[in-house]
């Protein structure tokens, strides 16, 4: 049965921590600092991504009255990514047989198109988001009117500004824009203000005939920024009132599927075992699970445990369990986050000496390595503390000195088996999060419960020959 190491091929991104942590936004798109040949092959096309890329498409070809799409998700959850896969797709033609063949015939006739991006990040644009856009297409002068002071562009003067030629509009992470923009005041209003209206005029724009070949995606983040999310919904709105149309709702990466292991197997490794290598793996866990059944120390099904693994492999199943519990975290970036920290664990892995890993695991998080723990703090940092006294401190916490006494790695293998709970989940002070017992009391307490026969038979007194015939004697009369 093939180890990790002998059947996996990390990336080399994997190992270089410069690129490890690299998060690419619309900047590097419209910069051209993105290569679509080390961007696609480790791009893994989510059923999200390819409702985008498919609809967005037959907008561009004049093949769909759909022109408005709004990503929604959770800060790290693929919203980004989404938009640099259909935008470079957009600017490079001939990748797009690669990618798209397998679900969609784009249309050869389909050239360049034109492609203009705006994050919310970029606060301090001076002339708004139609400033920004119309810079972009070359155009920044039929704008002026719309400058000084800051106003916002009508219908008319957006299907102006963006007739022509196939065009493709991102506007990524407008909620924060919103946000502060309500702190810079605008004649009698805000600039957030003007920058809805402006939204909204847009929006409706893009029902018009000349331009049924421009498409808008948008992302929200609907629970970190309340305020600025309210403020394109308001837009959208607008949207179907004015035009019986509504944007379409996508979500980039399904939470309750395996996506994620798809996604993580792409971003990580570069080659990964044949079918019938992970499925020897699968049935020898199945037959661990075999073996914990007759010492009733579980329950699980060996059959659909090992489905499981050859569904997740090279990731234990777990990690999904772990994935859920960071969910609930303000700090988690969902998928990005994961990434990260599952290519932190690989690198750490592939790094050491040792060769007798079969699977990625929760308990493989190191957190006496300082790049690991720095991950799992961002997460949740009111457990560092914790942390340090009970699980990891460089021999120092409690589970690493009962290790030390007992001459084996007992207590911090049962401790990193259970630090995925008190990591992931928040904090609740008073709630035990986690036992640490001996190898040996385990055994005990895991051990197979004999039957009421067995107890008796094995009763010191099984083999005295007692009499048990009921005695006949009527006893005495006793006077109280």
């Given at each position: 049965m093939k180890t990790l190491k002998s059947a996996c091929k990390p990336r080399d991104t994997v190992f270089d921590a410069a690129r490890r942590d690299t998060v690419l936004d619309l900047s590097d798109l419209v910069g051209d600092r993105i290569k679509p040949e080390e961007f696609f092959p480790e791009n893994y096309i989510t059923e999200g991504m390819k409702t985008l890329l498919t609809e967005g498409f037959r907008r561009l070809e004049g093949k769909s009255d759909q022109g408005?799409?709004?990503?929604?998700?959770?800060?790290?959850?693929g919203k980004t990514h989404n938009l640099l896969a259909l935008g470079l797709l957009a600017k490079h033609p001939k990748f797009r047989?690669?990618?798209m063949g397998g679900f969609y015939a784009p249309d050869k006739a389909l050239g360049d198109v034109r492609v203009v991006a705006f994050s919310g990040r970029e606060s301090d644009a001076p002339y708004g988001i139609w400033g920004a856009m119309a810079e972009q297409l070359g155009t920044r002068e039929l704008f002026k009117d719309y400058y000084s002071p800051l106003a916002a562009p009508g219908q008319t003067a957006w299907v102006n500004l963006l007739k022509g030629e196939p065009l493709v509009i991102m506007l990524d992470e407008l909620p924060p824009y919103f946000v502060n923009a309500?702190?810079?005041?605008?004649?009698?209003?805000?600039?957030?203000?003007?920058?809805?209206?402006?939204?909204?005029?847009l929006l409706v724009a893009l029902g018009k005939a000349e331009l049924k070949n421009v498409l808008l995606v948008i992302t929200d983040l609907t629970a970190s920024y309340q305020a600025g999310h309210q403020q394109i919904v308001t837009a959208l709105t607008d949207l179907q009132q004015e035009t019986g149309r509504t944007a379409m709702d996508l979500e980039p990466v399904r939470m309750n599927t395996d996506e994620?292991?798809?996604?993580?197997?792409?971003?990580?490794?570069?080659?990964?075992?044949?079918?019938?290598?992970?499925?020897?793996?699968?049935?020898?866990?199945?037959?661990a699970i075999r073996d914990a059944r007759q010492m009733d120390v579980t329950n699980a099904s060996p059959e659909q445990f090992a489905q499981r693994i050859v569904e997740t492999y090279p990731f234990h199943p777990a990690i999904r369990d772990l994935y859920a519990r960071f969910k609930e975290n303000p700090g988690f970036q969902q998928t990005r986050g994961l990434i990260r920290l599952m290519r932190i664990?690989?690198?750490?892995i592939w790094n050491e000496t040792r060769d007798n890993?079969?699977?990625?695991?929760?308990?493989?998080?190191?957190?006496?390595?300082?790049?690991?723990?720095?991950?799992?703090?961002?997460?949740?940092?009111?457990?560092?503390?914790?942390?340090?006294?009970?699980?990891?401190?460089?021999?120092?916490?409690?589970?690493?000195?009962?290790d030390a006494n007992l001459g084996n790695r007992d207590a911090g293998d049962v401790v990193q088996d259970k630090v995925t709970p008190v990591v992931a989940e928040p904090h609740q002070s008073?709630?035990?999060?986690?036992?640490?017992?001996?190898?040996?009391?385990?055994?005990?307490?895991?051990?197979?419960?004999?039957?009421?026969?067995?107890?008796?038979r094995k009763s010191p007194l099984a083999n005295v020959n007692l009499d048990l015939a009921r005695s006949t004697d009527t006893g005495r009369r006793v006077d109280l």
């Open positions: 408005v799409f709004k990503l929604t998700q959770a800060m790290g959850g047989i690669p990618v309500k702190a810079k005041p605008v004649g009698n209003s805000d600039l957030s203000v003007v920058t809805g209206t402006a939204l909204s005029n994620f292991y798809q996604i993580l197997r792409k971003r990580i490794f570069e080659k990964l075992p044949s079918k019938d290598d992970i499925a020897e793996v699968a049935q020898a866990y199945a037959k664990v690989t690198a750490r890993r079969y699977l990625i695991s929760a308990h493989d998080i190191d957190l006496n390595d300082r790049e690991t723990l720095t991950e799992i703090n961002q997460i949740n940092p009111t457990l560092e503390s914790a942390i340090a006294h009970d699980i990891a401190s460089g021999e120092q916490s409690v589970a690493e000195v009962m008073g709630r035990d999060a986690v036992v640490v017992v001996s190898a040996n009391k385990l055994g005990m307490l895991s051990r197979p419960r004999g039957s009421l026969v067995d107890f008796f």
